[in-house]
């Protein structure tokens, strides 16, 4: 199996005990690299500071849009 093919699966898990939201599990893998690609591009070039808070924030968020 692929990574993608591994993380798939916990997340159809994840699904069944109604942890995250019932969409396709590679919607879910997108929208989560989305904005991780878009906080480093944005660190890297110098348009985001990266603080512990601001990776919390991060966090807090990309849990929002994922948690069922």
């Known amino acids: ?7 798939r699966v ?3 898990r994840a699904q069944e005990q109604q ?4 969409l396709d599990p590679m919607l879910l893998i997108s929208v989560v ?3 991780f690609l878009g906080i480093a591009k944005n660190a890297f ?3 985001l500071n990266l603080q512990p808070s601001t990776l919390d924030d991060a966090e ?6 994922v948690r069922r």
């Open 45 to 47: 070039s110098g348009h």
């Open 60 to 65: 807090a968020c990309l849990w929002e849009a």
């Open 19 to 22: 942890a995250l939201k019932a």
């Open 33 to 35: 690299y989305g904005a």
């Open 1 to 7: 199996r692929t990574r993608v093919g591994i993380l």
């Open 10 to 12: 916990q997340l159809q």
